[in-house]
T-cell receptor
């Protein structure tokens, strides 16, 4: 099963700034999902984007998907200290029942 | 409120000992999953189950065993055959298997360490 690769591995920004993190992959997908993990906690689902979709929004979150480039991005606008967490992309491969996770981007939002 | 409960939060294993991690969900989900997370790493799938009395191996099943006797429960046993069990273990569930465009809901994990 393939794994997504997040970039950057770590990101530090000031409160109020926007944060962008990217996920690249190599083979066909059924859907791509983004999750957040606070330190020592479980993962929380943020957004699911299907392979035939190009963009989705949820509050301050915007996810794009470019299947021709095999990449996705997660944008968090007007970041807050509470957004400090690790963010993972997870891939559901075409024809697969598994969800494979990348190593994540660690976001630090400085008050 | 519906959710997934994992227990215990912290667990210590002695050499040669089997330990069992509990996972209970009240979301009425059919599919359940066990993942292992090592520091600075993504999640790796250990086992998954799409229905009661059925489960499948994931990418790193060696040294682990599971059962699915009830829809709500999916316990994971870390056996003595797992030589490097120290990790953070996460249980998840979804209405159906993820291939059907289903997000997964996670518990808060169990941290397992070797004594």
């Amino acid at each position: 099963s393939q794994q997504g690769e997040e970039d950057p591995q770590a990101l530090s920004i000031q409160e109020g700034e926007n944060a962008t993190m990217n996920c690249s992959y190599k083979t066909s997908i059924n859907n791509l999902q983004w999750y957040r993990q606070n330190s020592g906690r479980g993962l929380v689902h943020l957004i699911l984007i299907r392979s035939n979709e190009r963009e989705k929004h949820s509050g301050r979150l915007r996810v794009t998907l470019d299947t021709s480039k095999k990449s996705s991005s997660l944008l968090i606008t007007a970041s807050r200290a509470a957004d400090t967490a690790s963010y993972f992309c997870a891939l559901s491969g075409a024809g697969s029942y598994q969800l494979t996770f990348g190593k994540g981007t660690k976001l630090s939002v400085i008050p | 409120d519906g959710g997934i409960t994992q227990s215990p939060k912290y667990l210590f294993r002695k050499e040669g000992q089997n330990v069992t991690l509990s996972c209970e969900q009240n979301l009425n989900h059919d599919a359940m999953y066990w993942y292992r997370q090592d520091p600075g790493q993504g999640l790796r799938l250990i086992y998954y189950s799409q229905i009661v009395n059925d489960f499948q191996k994931g990418d790193i099943a060696e040294g682990y065993s599971v059962s699915r006797e009830k829809k709500e429960s999916f316990p994971l046993t870390v056996t003595s055959a797992q030589k490097n069990p120290t990790a953070f273990y996460l249980c998840a569930s979804s209405p159906q298997l993820t291939g059907n465009n289903q997000p997964q809901h996670f518990g808060d994990g169990t941290r397992l360490s070797i004594l």
